[in-house]
């Protein structure tokens, strides 16, 4: 399996190298040079089995050689031990036609533990053969980075550094970075914007001499594995469903477009899904370009939803890279105009092409909280805010064909205070984080400067 960059010039890499590298080296993104297919009859024979054999059966063509099939079922057994259920992303009903799919039962209590676990494992497996030794600095609007920081904790040959904006994470996710002790993980509270984090990220990853001199590794979501990771929880849930016999929907709560992207590998792989919904909050990007084709950079205006507090979404580029006919040169002008501009306007057909397989629908604070208390009162489930977007999105575009599934993304002791201001309730967490609150912090501020950040982390590994 080769791997390409979405910009066209950077090296062609297998699954491991993509996976190390993350950002390619002419600022793409890599996909996979050819989508593998899973017949109906694949499909089939996924019912009944656990999480971990789909995910075995999914992932697999998309790894080609880099682990024999033992090695990879051994990585995917070790990532989900430490999930708190048993079916790792179950369903549960919330109306008639309309099931919650709970991505929350990971260690950090959010969706990227699935990504986050496994890419930890590929990482240590890979890195245990070739004796080499990596630096991950990665971005995070506060629940990539607990995540991270859960999965390469203590691990031998990686440092963490993680950039996170100072002040403006939920307490569950400070703490979920700041209270591991192992040395080799390290919280930044960076001066700005989640945008700022990632731009900083960006500009570590394409200064090559640093990039080369500490061996940079990335995890965002930019990073192939974790999408391909996320692309398993799509099968599990529609062949539950009844899928391959029937079509399934999707309602996905977006930021960085990296989670609703998976859904489009599953339905390009062959799983039949009908529509693809894009939930934002009042950071909107995303559905102002699908509804008129601008794809205008906005300032981020902090919500109660923080992990889709994002303008620029990197994996959109992806999707963009698709609708474009594969052409990395088309992709490179666009992004360039992008940044010089900070505003791009997609043609009739572009914009046609992405409508076959995304739509979209927003939520505002008030119908966030809103959607919260109805779902509390109407069907005793209590929301994290950003599955509390995905849900009223997704009864605006549900229809009697098709069952819809809307991603439960955080859970939601991880955002207490929204859930208490629409309900009352405080959601407690789960048993195994309860002394979150009573552990030691241990935080670096820094500012938005790349020559600060690059010594600083130079500095920390010594
Ligand atoms: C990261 C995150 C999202 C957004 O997912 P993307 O893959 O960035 O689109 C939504 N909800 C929660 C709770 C998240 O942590």
Redesign the pocket.
Known sequence: MQYISTRGSAPVLNFEQAMMTGLARDGGLYVPAEIPQMSAGDIKSLRGLSYEEVAFRVMRPFIGDAFTDTEFQDIIARAYAGFGHAARAPLVQLAPNHFLLEL?HGPTL???DFAMQLIGQLFQASLARSGNRVTIVGAT????GSAAIEAFKGLDAVDVFILYPHGRVSDVQRRQMSTPSESNVHALAMDGHFDDCQARLKDMFNDLEFRDGVRLAGVN?INWARVLA?VVYYFTSAVSLGAPDRAISFT???????????GYIAKRMGLPIDQLVVATNQNDILHRCLSTGAYQVDQVIPSI?P??D?QV?S?FERALFDAYGRDGAAVTRLMDDLKTTGGIHLDQGILDQLRRDFTSGRASEGETSQTIAETWQNSAELL?P??AIGVKVANEQIHAASPMVTLA??HPA?FPDAVKAATGIHPPLPDRMADLFDRDERITRVPNDLAALKAHIKGALG
């Open positions: 929350f959010a969706f990227k609007s506060g629940d990539t979501s996320q996905v709560p977006t930021g960085n477009f990296g989670d609703i992207f998976a939803s992990s889709m994002i979404s994996n994290c950003h599955s993304t955080a991880k």
